[in-house]
């Protein structure tokens, strides 16, 4: 079975710090990683996400991760934090049990930003 | 577009009851999800579906119903509702083969006592 590790169930920043979430799966298949960002009552908006081609992939919001299949990883960075950046994030793989079809989630991170 | 809706947005039953939470994508997708999050658990497949009349079981399928009788409508049924169900519901839905990103609604925060 798949599945997605997400260290650090909270990470807080100061704003104009680097951000770097963290990300590890596992996979049968080659994956197909996303990451999601979710604000408060709200439901999850795609970040970015990795299918095939390059392995650096930018985002909305100034956001970037990288593909490492040596690592199985896919973590998530951002050069400078905002206070508006302030959310939980998920980083999930597409679930190869059913084909692809639906997602295999972390547990999420929440990121704080200190002004 | 409207993309993925869901009704209601809040709901409170009582053990025992049953109740139906609604979905509807107007995108033309064939594949929807229906996801549970509770608190340090990220999201967890209930059920999905490749279009319709087709569906199957995800992660944590038990005492929960759905059918997928329309490409637009994929509803969730609880037969009988517990308090370990209280949680937040999501409905998902993403185009067919080659294109992998899903689109989720705003989510249904059901409580159960």
Redesign the interface.
């Known amino acids: 079975a798949q599945s997605?590790t997400?260290l650090g169930?909270h990470v807080s920043v100061s704003e104009g710090a680097l951000v770097l979430l963290r990300c590890n799966y596992s996979s049968s298949v080659p994956p197909?990683l996303?990451w999601?960002v979710q604000y408060p009552n709200?439901?999850?908006?795609?970040l970015l996400?990795y299918?095939t081609g390059a392995t650096l992939v930018k985002g909305i919001n100034g956001f970037e991760a990288e593909f490492k299949k040596s690592e199985t990883s896919f973590h998530l960075t951002k050069p400078s934090a905002h206070m508006s950046d302030a959310a939980e994030y998920?980083c999930?793989v597409?679930?190869p049990a059913?084909?692809?079809?639906?997602?295999?989630?972390?547990?999420?991170t929440r990121l704080q930003v200190q002004p | 577009n409207a993309g993925v809706t869901q009704t209601p947005k809040f709901q409170v039953l009582k053990t025992g009851q049953s109740m139906t939470l609604q979905c509807a994508q107007d995108m033309n997708h064939e594949y929807m999800s229906w996801y549970r999050q509770d608190p340090g658990m990220g999201l967890r497949l209930i059920h999905y579906s490749v279009g319709a009349g087709i569906t199957d079981q995800g992660e944590v399928p038990n005492g929960y119903n759905v059918s997928r009788s329309t490409t637009e409508d994929f509803p969730l049924r609880l037969l009988s509702a517990a308090p370990s169900q209280t949680s937040v519901y999501f409905c998902a839905s993403r185009p067919g083969t080659g294109y992998n990103e899903q689109f989720f609604g705003p989510g249904t925060r059901l409580t159960v006592l």
């Open positions: 997605v997400q169930s197909y996303f999601y709200q439901g999850l908006q795609l996400k299918t998920f999930a597409s679930d059913t084909g692809r079809r639906a997602l295999t989630f972390g547990s999420g």
